[in-house]
């Protein structure tokens, strides 16, 4: 069904890997096309879907960003739109309604620290390297980097990557913000899925809310405290608000059903 995503489910996990490798799987039309396809309304079933692991092919790169071959001749209104359109596929996936988390096996720039910064939750493998080089190009980022990274790692230190197209490491993605954890290379996709893991026993629920109500933090002219209490109150009317007040009553584990 897709051709430059390679979907893997393991036990309710899926595990979508970015597949070009050649071009360290850098994101052209099609991926995009494709990534729309699967976070969007066409997307996975989400009942028994526990979350989704995003990752790219290969040791070396996780996305090394868009695929330059295909933007350079675009005009001020196409490049407007090809942005536009990216941004779209990125607010799909920042909106998904399970927990989506990036595995960055390695480069991840332009596009690629774009992509990552709109997944829930990153761990970065001890090679991964982020970095916004778009000014070498020309450019600058399209696909909500100047907006994402300042949330991650404020305006000090998101101006001074933005402006020199400098990269950095795991360790310093981990102690600026931009990062959950580091792991060892190899260990990626597993740390991502040992966090869906640990979501996956929570309410589902109220999981998506939490998601919605953060969001709203950063959207303008949203309300977030409305949104909370409105979300807080429909996280009442829920089966599963019962059954977890029930089982700390009865000092045993949750069973929620997701509705
Ligand atoms: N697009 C297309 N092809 C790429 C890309 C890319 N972003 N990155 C790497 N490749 C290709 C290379 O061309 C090369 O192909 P080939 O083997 O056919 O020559 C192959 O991948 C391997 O790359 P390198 O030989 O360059 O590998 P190195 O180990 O020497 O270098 C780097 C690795 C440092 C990652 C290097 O490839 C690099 O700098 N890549 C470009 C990184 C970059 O500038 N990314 C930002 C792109 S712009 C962007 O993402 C904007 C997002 C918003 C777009 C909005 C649209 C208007």
């Not at 028994?48 to 040791?59: H, I, P, R, Y």
């Not at 970065?124 to 907006?147: D, H, S």
Request: hydrophobic share 45%.
């Amino acid at each position: 069904m897709y051709s430059n995503l390679h979907i893997e489910h393991r036990d309710g996990i899926a595990v979508v890997t970015i597949s070009r490798e050649k071009a360290l799987n850098a994101l052209n039309t099609a991926t995009m096309a494709e990534l729309r396809h699967f976070f969007g309304e066409e997307g996975p079933a989400l009942s028994g879907l526990k979350g989704v692991v995003l990752t790219g092919a290969g040791e070396k790169a996780f996305v090394a960003g868009a695929d330059i071959t295909e933007f350079s001749r675009l005009n001020a209104a196409e490049g407007a739109a090809f942005a536009r359109s990216g941004q779209q596929v990125f607010d799909l996936i920042e909106r998904f309604p399970r927990p989506v988390v990036a595995a960055v096996n390695g480069f991840a720039l332009g596009g690629g620290c774009e992509l990552a910064m709109a997944c829930h939750l990153r761990v970065a493998g001890e090679r991964a390297r982020f970095g916004q080089p778009e000014v070498n190009l020309g450019l600058i980022p399209g696909y909500g980097g100047t907006q994402r990274l300042i949330r991650y790692i404020g305006r000090t230190k998101a101006l001074e990557l933005l402006l020199t197209a400098d990269m950095v490491g795991a360790e310093e993605a981990l102690r600026l913000g931009l990062v959950n954890y580091v792991v060892p290379a190899g260990e990626e996709v597993a740390k991502a899925c040992e966090l869906i893991e640990k979501i996956a026993a929570k309410a589902p629920v109220a999981i998506a809310k939490v998601i919605e109500c953060v969001n709203a933090y950063f959207s303008p002219g949203a309300d977030g405290f409305a949104l909370e209490a409105e979300a807080f109150g429909a996280c009442c009317d829920t089966e599963d608000f019962r059954e977890g007040v029930s089982a700390f009553m009865e000092k045993r584990a949750a069973r929620f059903q997701g509705r």
